[in-house]
């Protein structure tokens, strides 16, 4: 099991969603729940965070915030097919389980560190330009709460994938530049 995966990947039934990059994007037999489980998390933020009390209106802004989650998920598994197409080295499946996304590798023989690093280095480097990106146009251009929290879910993601925590890219990273070959 990978951490924040609930499930078992390896022994979980996998189908293929489509194609993109030439990278298939799978998903586990319990991702069906991946859209109300964030749905839930993005109601319960635009509850916690709401400056009207109107239901109604909380379960919409809600939605909207589950779908920018969901996003900023399929972003950082794009910068990991980005990256690991940049070291020669790609990736071969992205497993949509019911929380994350794994990432999947064929390798033939072992890959030295730049490799690693490369792959795991471009998933939160694109969240951190998506983060920022979306709050300059916040606070120059566009006064829309929800490309605020698109900007800052992005950040979020970069600094908790960040984190030197296995089998998280932080901990990938210092793992390959002690071990740098």
């Not at 995966?5 to 990059?21: D, G, P, Y």
């Not at 900007?151 to 793992?175: A, E, K, T, W, Y």
Request: with cysteine.
């Amino acid at each position: 099991m990978t951490l924040f995966a609930v499930e078992t990947i390896e022994e979980s039934r996998q189908r293929k969603l489509f194609t993109l990059l030439e990278v298939d994007f799978l998903s586990t037999h319990r991702f069906r729940l991946n859209t109300p489980l964030m749905a839930i998390a993005g109601i319960a933020v635009a509850v916690i965070f709401s400056l009207t009390d109107q239901v109604g209106s909380q379960v919409l802004v809600g939605l909207g915030y589950g779908l920018l989650i969901m996003l900023s998920n399929f972003f950082h598994g794009l910068g990991h097919i980005i990256g690991s197409r940049k070291v020669n080295a790609p990736m071969t499946a992205l497993i949509m389980t019911v929380t994350v996304g794994v990432t999947h590798f064929e390798d033939r023989v072992e890959q030295g560190s730049l490799v690693h690093v490369g792959r795991s280095l471009d998933g939160p480097t694109l969240n951190l330009a998506f983060g920022i990106v979306a709050i300059a146009i916040y606070l120059f251009t566009l006064d829309s709460h929800f490309l605020l929290f698109f900007g800052i879910v992005n950040l979020g993601f970069c600094v908790l994938i960040s984190l030197p925590i296995p089998p998280l890219d932080g901990s990938v990273n210092l793992r390959e530049l002690r071990n740098w070959r």
